[in-house]
């Protein structure tokens, strides 16, 4: 069975960083696009980052600059460094892998305020 286990979510207040870490249980994990979408409150789910099978990265308009997005093929991780976090960047964060389908992790909560 498939797994994509996040952590690193939690409460921060605004400026400050947080890292989030996706473990993917998948056997060919390179071949897979992988990325952090998130969900705000009554906010309809988005494409935060992804990085691609080659290392190619994407960022949201709103997140550039201040967040980085890496991988591990042999640890089978993606890792998203957040800093300089604002009060809109709270969130459910959702890791997932793509290839012929799309796996999703659980979600980690992060709360951004004073």
């Known amino acids: 069975q498939v797994q994509l286990v996040e952590s690193g979510g939690g409460l921060v207040q605004p400026g400050g960083s947080l890292r989030l870490s996706c473990a993917a249980s998948?056997?060919?994990?390179?071949?897979?696009?992988a990325g952090w979408y998130r969900q705000g409150p009554e906010k309809q789910r988005e494409l935060v980052a992804n990085i691609a099978t080659g290392g190619t990265t994407y960022y949201t308009d709103s997140v550039k600059g201040r967040f980085t997005i890496s991988r591990d093929n042999v640890k089978k991780t993606v890792d998203l460094q957040m800093n300089s976090l604002k009060p809109e960047d709270t969130a459910v964060y959702y890791c997932a892998a793509s290839f012929t389908r799309t796996y999703w992790g659980q979600g980690t909560q992060v709360t951004v305020s004073a």
């Open positions: 998948l056997s060919s994990f390179g071949r897979y696009t």
